[in-house]
């Protein structure tokens, strides 16, 4: 119940198009969902977060949908570029009902093509 | 201006050899965490500090061990390496345990075990 699965494992997309990475959940008790973006020996870095009173949240070329009933939220990356090329990880939180810990997905290497 | 810092960035150590992989923090937060992550995995967490109490994952090793002397510094002591603790090693902080769930992270110490 604790999972957060993401698909897919990998995605290549060429310069210009639209990447789109999906993640889902059980826990009920998940009250954050960031997502985390990570450059090949780097740490990870917070991208983009909601929390499940809205449906989408959108920072630029980077767009959360969420859907609170069907308990999955997904990424969406506009215009994608070369330099988005990295691994994307999202996450949960229970937020008032943990500490903080937060629930990884395993992950989705994108690659974006010039 | 680095907000968390690790070091070193690379670490080899031999098979059964202690090792100690510190972090450092310029944001004043309350929490600190060490994760583990290993190739094409997302991190796994294997302790946090908040101030100063201290939280084990049920699945962390005994062979892993954490220190906090003070806010702005956190260190792991991995006791006797096995091949299997090679991994990169992830620090992150957070100004508080639950709520927002914002991370901080660091560069990493990319462990190698001979």
């Known amino acids: 119940q604790q999972q957060v699965k993401q698909s897919p494992q990998s995605l290549i997309v060429q310069k210009g198009g639209i990447s789109i990475i999906n993640c889902a959940y059980e826990n009920t008790a998940f009250d954050y969902f960031p997502w985390y973006q990570q450059f090949p020996g780097k740490g990870p870095a917070l991208l983009i977060a909601?929390?499940?009173?809205?449906s989408e949240k959108k920072e630029g070329r980077f767009t959360i949908s969420f859907n609170k009933s069907a308990k999955q939220f997904s990424l969406h990356i506009m215009d994608s570029q070369p330099g988005d090329s990295a691994t994307y990880f999202c996450?949960?939180?229970?937020?008032?009902?943990?500490?903080?810990?937060?629930?990884f997905g395993q992950g989705t290497i994108l690659t974006v093509h010039p | 201006d680095a907000m968390v810092i690790q070091n070193p960035r690379y670490q080899v150590t031999q098979f059964g050899k202690p090792v100690t992989l510190s972090c450092s923090q310029t944001?004043?937060?309350?929490?600190m965490y060490w994760y583990q992550q290993k190739s094409s995995q997302a991190p796994k967490l294997l302790f946090h500090?908040?101030?100063?109490?201290?939280?084990n994952e049920a699945d962390t090793p005994d062979n892993f061990q954490s220190r906090r002397p003070n806010t702005s510094f956190c260190f792991l002591d991995i006791r006797s390496p096995g091949l299997g603790d090679a991994a990169m090693y992830l620090c992150a902080t957070s100004r508080k345990l639950a709520g927002e769930g914002e991370q901080y992270f660091g560069p990493g110490t990319r462990l190698t075990v001979t």
């Open positions: 944001l004043n937060h309350n929490v």
């Open positions: 996450a949960a939180d229970a937020g008032g009902t943990s500490y903080g810990k937060l629930t």
């Open positions: 909601i929390r499940p009173d809205v």
């Open positions: 500090y908040y101030d100063k109490d201290f939280n």
